[in-house]
């Protein structure tokens, strides 16, 4: 399982004119996932996800997490952080999993977000459509983008 978490101070999807997920400080987040991820694997990333102190505190030192400045999470499903560009210019997608288990662990994923963060004051989790064609913008403050990688946790 793959997350790119951007820390942001806006962000927004939108799907065919509509907006779908709006948030303002917090993650955007991208998620792919892999054939062989479980749910423990997406709880373990959950569990870094929540935790990451990736926020300035007073000093503009990073050690605050999305909880302490009440910041939010815009979750959308990537199968493309899968590519596999080692043969020729055209990327394969043969590492992504498929979309009925990948939709099922994208979901759990929000369920579980929303779950954990339902007492989180300030805290909203906001998403894309999974396998839509979507329109992402953002802000990235710094900018601040961090690579999860289930397989490094």
């Known amino acids: 399982m793959k997350f790119v978490v951007q820390r942001v101070s806006e962000a927004k999807v939108e799907v ?3 907006l779908t997920g709006e948030i303002g400080k917090g993650f955007f987040v991208l998620i792919g996932v892999n054939e062989s991820d479980t749910k423990e694997v997406a709880d373990k990333m959950i569990e870094k996800l929540l ?40 990327p394969s997608f043969i590492d992504a999993g498929s979309p009925e288990h990948a939709e099922e662990i994208y979901d759990y994923i929000v369920s579980e977000c929303k779950r954990l963060t339902a007492d989180m004051e300030g805290v909203k989790v906001e998403t894309g459509i999974f396998g839509a064609d979507m329109k992402c913008s953002l802000v990235n403050e710094g900018p601040f983008t961090i690579d999860l990688d289930s397989t490094e946790l």
């Open 16 to 18: 065919d004119g509509k």
């Open 51 to 90: 935790k990451m102190r990736i926020f300035s505190d007073s000093e503009g030192k990073t050690n605050l997490d999305m909880a302490s400045v009440g910041g939010s999470l815009l979750l959308v499903s990537q199968f493309t952080l899968y590519a596999n560009c080692k043969k020729g210019n055209r």
